[in-house]
């Protein structure tokens, strides 16, 4: 049974930086295409970044340049390196696993068959 936790959320003043984990079981992310999605209330839910078996990444361009995502193969835990915070990061934070070596666009919400409960990031001014 495929699980995925995140953890790593909290609030943290604008320019600041946080690291989302989500920690894999029953599953192994070296292999597969795995990304990250963020959910402002009231709004859809939207890519952030993915990272596929060969290590290629892709960002939304809101994030990029920003935020880093990576694979700790031995751990097994994907993570999202969030760097100069800005209020309009403000979300809810969701890790997601396919079982695809390639990944499609970042936005693309159905190539992903498992996903995370989420971790609160909130970035104040």
């Known amino acids: 049974q495929v699980q995925l936790v995140e953890s790593g959320g909290g609030s943290v003043q604008a320019g600041g930086s946080l690291r989302l984990s989500c920690t894999a079981s029953?599953?192994?992310?070296?292999?597969?295409?795995m990304g990250w999605f963020r959910q402002a209330p009231g709004k859809e839910r939207k890519g952030v970044a993915n990272?596929?078996?060969?290590?290629?990444?892709a960002y939304a361009g809101s994030v990029k340049g920003r935020f880093t995502i990576s694979k700790d193969n031995t751990k097994n835990i994907l993570y999202l390196q969030m760097n100069n915070l800005t209020p309009g990061d403000t979300a809810m934070y969701y890790c997601?696993?396919?079982?695809?070596?390639?990944?499609?666009?970042?936005?693309?919400?159905?190539?992903?068959?498992?996903w995370g409960q989420g971790t609160q990031v909130t970035v104040s001014s």
């Open positions: 029953g599953y192994s992310v070296r292999w597969y295409c």
């Open positions: 997601a696993a396919s079982f695809s070596s390639t990944c499609a666009a970042v936005s693309i919400t159905g190539q992903y068959s498992y």
């Open positions: 990272s596929d078996s060969d290590y290629t990444s």
